[in-house]
T-cell receptor, first 113, second 118 residues
Framework: AQSVTQLGSHVSVSEGALVLLRCNYS??????LFWYVQYPNQGLQLLLK??????LVKGINGFEAEFKKSETSFHLTKPSAHMSDAAEYFC???????????FGKGTRLSVIA | GAGVSQSPSNKVTEKGKDVELRCDPI?????LYWYRQSLGQGLEFLIY????????KSGLPSDRFSAERTGGSVSTLTIQRTQQEDSAVYLC????????????????FGPGTRLTVT
């Protein structure tokens, strides 16, 4: 069975500071990993994904994440937070194409001016 | 192009009534998923359709929940005899499957239907 743990239900950073949102997964087979962002009263938008190949993946809005198999992690980072980054972020895992995603509980990011 | 659309955006119903939620996937997407998002449970998978295969219903919480997908496109999620614990946001997503295309793994989500059972 697969599972995802997001450490910290709420993260607060100052504008311009580093954003680090943590995600650890459990999977018995090579995982496919995703980060989604959800703005208030909206659906989920794909930020980035890891399937195969390069372990450092870049996404939209300046976010990137690194797949570390040895640590079973897929942490999301952004060098400099912007006010518009305030949202809920979800890490998700699946093990093959077109199968249901297993989501973490989400991390709410607040950006302080 | 058009994204995934869902209707209604909000639904308020009385306990015991039946409700139908609709999802229009992205044209050409063969896979369609329903998820539920609630405060206590986070994002949960409900049901999944892939082409003409039998749907994967393993996430449905009870037999009051059912879904169908007509013509490989539009899907309807039906909840019978609604209960207050059914109150949640119901999200639909779709994706395509093309061998060797890594975008096959990308699920595109609709805006959701917020269901409130009073």
């Amino acid at each position: 069975a697969q599972s995802v743990t997001q450490l910290g239900s709420h993260v607060s950073v100052s504008e311009g500071a580093l954003v680090l949102l943590r995600c650890n997964y459990s999977s018995s087979v090579p995982p496919y990993l995703f980060w989604y962002v959800q703005y208030p009263n909206q659906g989920l938008q794909l930020l980035l994904k890891y399937t195969t190949g390069a372990t450092l993946v870049k996404g939209i809005n300046g976010f990137e994440a690194e797949f570390k198999k040895s640590e079973t992690s897929f942490h999301l980072t952004k060098p400099s937070a912007h006010m518009s980054d305030a949202a809920e972020y979800f890490c998700a895992v699946t093990f093959s194409g077109n199968t249901p995603l297993v989501f973490g509980k989400g991390t709410r990011l607040s950006v302080i001016a | 192009g058009a994204g995934v659309s869902q209707s209604p955006s909000n639904k308020v119903t009385e306990k015991g009534k039946d409700v139908e939620l609709r999802c229009d996937p992205i044209s050409g997407h063969t896979a369609l998923y329903w998820y539920r998002q609630s405060l206590g449970q986070g994002l949960e998978f409900l049901i999944y359709f892939q082409g003409n295969s039998a749907p994967d219903k393993s996430g449905l919480p009870s037999d009051r929940f059912s879904a169908e997908r007509t013509g490989g496109s539009v899907s309807t999620l039906t909840i019978q005899r609604t209960q207050q614990e059914d109150s949640a946001v119901y999200l639909c997503a779709s994706s395509f499957l093309r061998p060797l295309d890594t975008r096959s793994y990308e699920q595109y989500f609709g805006p959701g239907t917020r269901l409130t059972v009073t």
